[in-house]
């Protein structure tokens, strides 16, 4: 187990091309795929915080199961979608990069679209009243509300970040685990210690856990300096 | 401005009433005072004449006029003091930097520009929240107990905006708890108890004769 341990921490401080190639790929896509869900799920989120319409409820009923629904599902559907026979056939986007961002998005909208509605609500509470009074139309009361949740979001980022970059299940199926091109350190994880080689295996863990923990620092000392400025 | 109408307003909470109006006419002429015991609807009566609280059942005058409301506690967004006042450049697009410099000016607020307005004292958070009505020029400010919580010079120092402001053609709406400030600066009293409105008469005319036996009561307890 130590010489494992010792050979995965040699793979990581050595520069290994292959791991370093792995990572690059797994950040870059996750990267890419919060975005498009911060880009889609925030706005998503303050709109059912703050608007009231009929179905609203069905709307929450439906986010919150969306949040919910098992990544292999989402990894089948998507699959479906862009295979050869499906709608989006034509596009050739099956086992690319493109393909797991798809799938990645999926996975990360829904959760930072739900996650961000409770703490915008919240924050609905107290600031209603004094938006209405200032006349801000829906759109603006939208951007105010999500600029004064800014720093609370920043979790919430974070866990979509944490979803897209630990999935396994969709981007094995959309992406195919193409050495070089598709694979990611989940599906490398998940093939390497199939096929024995737990040293690489480990290494790819300790990449992964150490942008997960890089990113939780971040997200703390971002959050601490704005109470610290704020109050 | 004309005097405020209210028509068939009535509001509950778990069977509890909070405002009961069939139809009553407010005045509306410089500053009127609503007062009432805790929990009479001061606040609720103030928010229905802001629009803050709607109801389709709900027939009043007061929705095409230009109204403002300060609430008790007013939150601010976690930026500046400027950052604050600059969301209003989103309702009102022609307002303009100078204007809202000369509100600050105004308010005295120059010197906390740059703070955050979360952590300016009670007394700086009620002036940001006036002067932020104030920019948007409104026939109607409504305060709810704009002084409550304030030491002396802070309530003088907001009295004597009001009073100003009065003077140039503002017309105020303002709940509070302090007599002696009530006769200092209203025209006119609300006194509303359990949901009713008991009594709208000038200030003085109140405080001498009130009409009722519940006004009579009440000022006996608090004066």
Not at chain 1, 167 to 176: L, R, S
Not at chain 2, 116 to 136: C, D, F, H, N, V
């Given at each position: 187990m130590w010489d494992t341990l010792y050979q995965a921490f040699s793979l990581v401080f050595n520069l290994d091309p292959e791991v370093w190639s792995i990572a690059f790929t797994s950040i870059s896509v996750s990267a890419i795929a919060l975005l498009n869900g911060v880009i889609l799920g925030l706005p998503l989120g303050a709109f059912l915080a703050i608007a009231n319409f009929p179905g609203k409820k069905w709307c929450l009923t439906i986010l919150n199961t969306c949040m919910n629904v098992p990544t292999v599902i989402i990894g089948v559907l998507i699959y479906l979608l862009l295979s050869r026979s499906g709608?989006?056939?034509?596009?050739?986007?099956?086992?690319?990069?493109?393909?797991?961002?798809?799938?990645?998005?999926?996975?990360t909208t829904p959760i930072i679209a739900a996650v961000s509605r409770q703490i915008i609500a919240d924050a609905w509470q107290s600031?209603?009243?004094?938006?209405?009074?200032?006349?801000?139309?829906?759109?603006?009361?939208?951007?105010?509300?999500?600029?004064?949740?800014?720093?609370?979001?920043?979790?919430?980022?974070?866990?979509?970040?944490?979803?897209?970059?630990?999935?396994?299940?969709?981007?094995?199926?959309?992406?195919?685990?193409?050495?070089?091109?598709?694979?990611?350190?989940?599906?490398?994880?998940?093939?390497?210690?199939?096929?024995?080689?737990l040293a690489l295996s480990l290494s790819l863990g300790i990449v992964l856990l150490s942008i997960v923990l890089l990113a939780n620092i971040a997200a703390h000392f971002l959050k601490s300096s704005a109470e610290r400025k704020y109050g | 401005m004309a005097n405020i109408v209210l028509e068939n307003i009535?509001?509950?909470?778990?069977?509890?009433?909070?405002?009961?109006?069939?139809?009553?006419?407010?005045?509306?002429?410089?500053?009127?005072?609503?007062?009432?015991?805790?929990?009479?609807?001061?606040?609720?009566?103030?928010?229905?004449?802001?629009?803050?609280?709607?109801?389709?059942?709900?027939?009043?005058?007061?929705?095409?006029?230009?109204?403002?409301?300060?609430?008790?506690?007013?939150?601010?967004?976690?930026?500046?003091?400027?950052?604050?006042?600059?969301?209003?450049?989103?309702?009102?697009?022609?307002?303009?930097?100078?204007?809202?410099?000369?509100?600050?000016?105004?308010?005295?607020?120059?010197?906390?520009?740059?703070?955050?307005?979360?952590?300016?004292?009670?007394?700086?958070?009620?002036?940001?929240?006036?002067?932020?009505?104030?920019?948007?020029?409104?026939?109607?400010?409504?305060?709810?107990?704009?002084?409550a919580s304030l030491d002396p010079n802070s309530t003088l120092f907001i009295e004597s905006k009001i009073t100003e402001l009065a003077h140039s053609g503002m017309r105020f709406i303002l709940a509070s708890h302090?007599?002696?400030?009530?006769?200092?600066?209203?025209?006119?009293?609300?006194?509303?108890?359990?949901?009713?409105?008991?009594?709208?008469?000038?200030?003085?005319?109140?405080f001498e004769s009130p009409s009722s036996e519940v006004s009579q009561e009440f000022i006996a307890l608090h004066v």
């Open positions: 709608p989006l056939g034509d596009l050739g986007l099956l086992f690319t990069k493109t393909g797991m961002i798809i799938a990645q998005t999926l996975l600031h209603r009243d004094t938006f209405t009074s200032l006349h801000l139309r829906l759109f603006h009361q939208m951007k105010w509300i999500l600029w004064d949740c800014r720093f609370s979001l920043v979790i919430v980022i974070l866990l979509g970040f944490s979803r897209a970059i630990s999935e396994v299940g969709a981007v094995m199926i959309v992406g195919g685990n193409i050495a070089h091109h598709t694979r990611t350190l989940t599906t490398a994880i998940a093939l390497e210690t199939s096929k024995g080689d | 009535h509001l509950t909470e778990q069977g509890r009433p909070i405002l009961q109006i069939d139809k009553v006419t407010l005045p509306c002429d410089r500053i009127t005072a609503v007062i009432g015991p805790n929990g009479a609807g001061k606040t609720t009566l103030l928010k229905v004449i802001a629009g803050l609280i709607t109801d389709p059942a709900f027939a009043t005058n007061t929705a095409s006029k230009n109204i403002s409301m300060v609430l008790h506690q007013t939150p601010f967004i976690k930026m500046s003091v400027w950052g604050n006042l600059l969301l209003l450049k989103d309702a009102i697009p022609s307002l303009s930097d100078d204007q809202m410099n000369d509100a600050m000016n105004v308010f005295s607020l120059t010197h906390l520009k740059n703070q955050p307005a979360t952590l300016l004292s009670a007394g700086e958070k009620q002036r940001l929240a006036i002067a932020r009505a104030y920019l948007m020029h409104p026939e109607l400010m409504i305060l709810d107990e704009p002084t302090d007599f002696a400030q009530v006769k200092r600066i209203s025209d006119h009293i609300i006194f509303i108890k359990n949901g009713q409105i008991i009594e709208a008469s000038p200030t003085k005319a109140f």
